[in-house]
Structures are given as C-alpha cells and as structure tokens.
C-alpha cells in the first residue's frame, strides 16, 4: 500500500489552518487583556491572510494562492521585526532576557535567528514563484530556511516555558509561536500540492506528446 505525504494530505492542511486559528484567536484575547491594540491587529491580519490561502486552494484559484502566501510571509516577517527591532532592541527588552541567564540568551538568539529566515523564505517565495525560469537553487535553499525556521520555533517555545515571566506573557508567546507553527506547516503543505500538481501536469504533456508521435 502506498503511503500518502502528510504534505499532501488535505486533511492535515485543514487541522493546521484550524489550530492556527484557534490558537491566533486565544493569542488575540490574552493580548486584549494587555491593550495591545497595534499587535493585536498584526495577529489579524496574518490569521485572515493563512484562512484566505487555504480557502483559495479549496477553490483552485492557484494565483491568488500564491500572491497570499506571500501576503502570509510578509505578515509573518512582518510580526518577527516588530518583536526583534521593535520590543527586544528598541524597548531595550532583550536586557529582561539577559538577566534570566542561558534560557533567556537562547530566547534572544532564537527570535533573531526566526526573523533571518523568515526574510530568507519570503525572498525565496517571490523569487521561485514569478521569475520566468525556475530556479532550484532557490527552491533547496528555502526547503533549508524553512526547515531551520521549524527548529528555531521549537526553541522558542522550550525556552519561553523556562523564562520566569507572569503566565500570561508566557502563553502569549508561546501561543504566537504554535500558531506560526501552524501557519508555516500549512504554506509547506500547499507548496508541496503545488508541485505535486506541477509535475502531474508536465506527465500528462509528455504522455500527450508521446502518443501523438506513436500515432
């Protein structure tokens, strides 16, 4: 029997755009209680441009899909710069994060590191999907990003649950974190049902191709 990709599994798709909201959804109520109005609505945006995606694959409409990944990748680019250059370095945050020792340092390494590679995808995303040839290179390198950014989410999370902050930031981060989790396992799912779709479609040519010539 042949086993199915989890990339290509729909269902799969479906459970990650709906834990990516529900967790986006407790992250925007926790961030109420704080008053963060201006975060709340980045939030927003992210989560209806991830529901907006996977609706548009239901539907086969195969450009707009693309142009709202890209619309995903820069919220997400976005929310990483806003929390590494606007609340860590601006604010002078990271200082909180240096004092509680090594889980805060990693918590400060990772966030920067998330941030890279979130540049690092959406660049690639543009490049791989409206330049007029291919580019494999550019494919590999943002599997490796995309990889590498998975990893870094992970420390983010194990390294938000040691940091010593009230409960209420804590899940709020670590929350903002699962749902990107969600979000990225949903724009990978998509890509690989867009590839798939790409090579199925340049069978058929062939195989069109082939039976001209053997008639």
Not at 1 to 14: G, I, T, W
Not at 23 to 45: K, W
Request: proline residues 1%; contains cysteine.
């Amino acid at each position: 029997m042949k086993r199915e990709s989890v990339y290509l599994n729909e269902r799969f798709m479906a459970a990650a755009c709906i834990f990516a909201a529900i967790t986006g959804l407790i992250h925007c109520v926790l961030l109420q209680s704080e008053g963060l109005s201006f975060t709340r609505f980045i939030v927003f945006v992210k989560l209806i441009t991830s529901v907006a995606v996977f609706l548009s694959f239901r539907h086969y409409k195969w450009d707009v899909v693309k142009g709202l990944m890209g619309g995903v990748l820069f919220s997400l680019m976005f929310q990483d710069a806003f929390l590494v250059l606007g609340k860590l370095w601006q604010e002078a945050d990271f200082d909180k994060y240096l004092v509680v020792g090594i889980q805060g340092s990693i918590y400060l390494a990772s966030a920067g590191m998330s941030f890279l590679m979130t540049i690092i995808i959406t660049i690639n995303h543009f490049v791989i999907n409206y330049a007029n040839h291919g580019n494999p290179e550019s494919v590999e390198f943002s599997r490796m990003a995309v990889i590498f950014k998975f990893i870094v989410l992970d420390l983010l999370i194990i390294s938000n649950s040691m940091l010593g902050f009230a409960p209420v930031v804590l899940w709020k981060n670590a929350l903002m974190y699962l749902t990107d989790l969600a979000i990225l396992a949903l724009l990978v799912c998509i890509e690989s049902q867009l590839d798939s779709f790409k090579i199925l479609h340049e069978e058929l040519i062939k195989q069109r191709r082939e039976a001209k010539k053997t008639a």
